[in-house]
Every structure is written in C-alpha cells, then in structure tokens.
T-cell receptor
Framework: AQTVTQSQPEMSVQEAETVTLSCTYD???????LFWYKQPPSRQMILVIR??????QNATENRFSVNFQKAAKSFSLKISDSQLGDAAMYFC???????????FGTGTRLKVLA | DAGVIQSPRHEVTEMGQEVTLRCKPI?????LFWYRQTMMRGLELLIY????????DSGMPEDRFSAKMPNASFSTLKIQPSEPRDSAVYFC??????????????FGPGTRLLVL
C-alpha cells in the first residue's frame, strides 16, 4: 500500500529566510502525481504546487519549489523569502495516475518568526 | 468561479441527531470527494463520485454515514445517528480530468462538526 510520510511535525523559519519541508512516499507505481497543500488557520486547503512523476524537471511556483527525487521517493518543498502569511500546516499528497484516491501525509506545521 | 462551496461552516449537535452536510462543486468538475480530518487520523477520503455516481465508498466509516449526489452541482453527506466520535472537519473537494492528465483537487472551506 502506498504511504506518505512527513517526518517533521513542526518547523520554524525567520521571516525572509528559506525553509525546506520534507516528504517521502512509498509506492511501486511509476506513474503518479505529488502535491503540496497549505492549510492556514482558516482551515481552507490551498494547492501550493504539483509535480508529475514523469517530469524530471522540478516544479516551481514563485517562491515555492520542490526537490523531486524519484529514485529516492522524496518530494521536499522549499519556501524562499518566507513571509508571515506562509505560516500554516503543509500537507504532502500522492495519487496514483488513473485513480483519484489521494493519500495525505500527517502534515508539518510551519511557524514564521518576525 | 466561486470555488467549492460547503454549508454549514459550523455545526453543533447532540448525540443521536441527524446531521446533513452540503457541498456545491466547481462548475464543470465531474469528480467530487468527501474527506474527514481529525487530529488522530489526519485527512481521510470517505467517498468520491464521478458524474454523480459513487465510485468508491470504502472510506465510509459505517452505515451511519451516507452520501448522495443527485445532480452535478450538489452533494450531501449525512450522518444518522451522530456520535461524539464523528466530531471532525469535513471537507468536500472537486476536480476534473483533462484527457489523461490528473487534475488537482480543489477543496471547500470545510464544515466543523461537533457532536456533544
């Protein structure tokens, strides 16, 4: 069975600094998608970034980028120039291509210090 | 687009009462998902629909839970009778599939349910 592991329950970063959130997953599939979602105190789940497993190039979205290591089954999120509004729970998610059952990690709470 | 709409945002009820949660997916999305989020179990998929048809309900915890999608723009998740352990945040999400590309799930704001 596929699993997603986020080993950092909580992280802190100084405003304007860079932080990396870790995510590993276990699957025997070769075709899948990975996502990072942000959940601020409002509880809304907001898509941050997505990565298709068949793409070797790491996805980027403004200050957010990923380090996708397919062989190592690792999918970390880097947040550059951290802002106070980045404070939230961050969830890593996996879904096998052709299915719609997302598997979420347990989340990492990010605190941004002024 | 208004995004996924859920109602109510908060619900407080007493054990044994019936609870109905409502969801309106994004127009044009043909997949709809119901999730439950708790501290203990994280985010769990309960059921999902494709073109209004339930595809996989293996995550529904027990017979007290039921979900319907009478049309493309409306779905309900019902708990009858409710129990304190059902207290959680319930999310609805929708997505569409563009060709063979797995599209992203877009989440509603959630309904926080408290069963006393």
């Amino acid at each position: 069975a596929q699993t997603v592991t986020q080993s950092q329950p909580e992280m802190s970063v100084q405003e304007a600094e860079t932080v990396t959130l870790s995510c590993t997953y276990d699957t025997s599939e070769s075709d899948y998608y990975l996502f990072w979602y942000k959940q601020p105190p409002s509880r809304q789940m907001i898509l941050v970034i997505r990565q298709e497993a068949y793409k070797q190039q790491n996805a980027t979205e403004n200050r957010f980028s990923v380090n996708f290591q397919k062989a190592a089954k690792s999918f970390s999120l880097k947040i550059s120039d951290s802002q106070l509004g980045d404070a939230a729970m961050y969830f890593c998610a996996y879904v096998r291509s052709g299915t719609y059952k997302y598997i979420f990690g347990t989340g990492t709470r990010l605190k941004v210090l002024a | 687009d208004a995004g996924v709409i859920q109602s109510p945002r908060h619900e407080v009820t007493e054990m044994g009462q019936e609870v109905t949660l409502r969801c309106k997916p994004i127009s044009g999305h043909d997949y709809l998902f119901w999730y439950r989020q708790t501290m203990m179990r994280g985010l769990e998929l309960l059921i999902y629909f494709n073109n209004n048809v339930p595809i996989d309900d293996s995550g529904m915890p027990e017979d007290r839970f039921s979900a319907k999608m009478p049309n493309a723009s409306f779905s309900t998740l019902k708990i009858q009778p409710s129990e304190p352990r059902d207290s959680a945040v319930y999310f609805c999400a929708s997505s569409f599939i563009l060709g063979q590309i797995q599209e992203t799930q877009y989440f509603g704001p959630g309904t926080r349910l408290l069963v006393l």
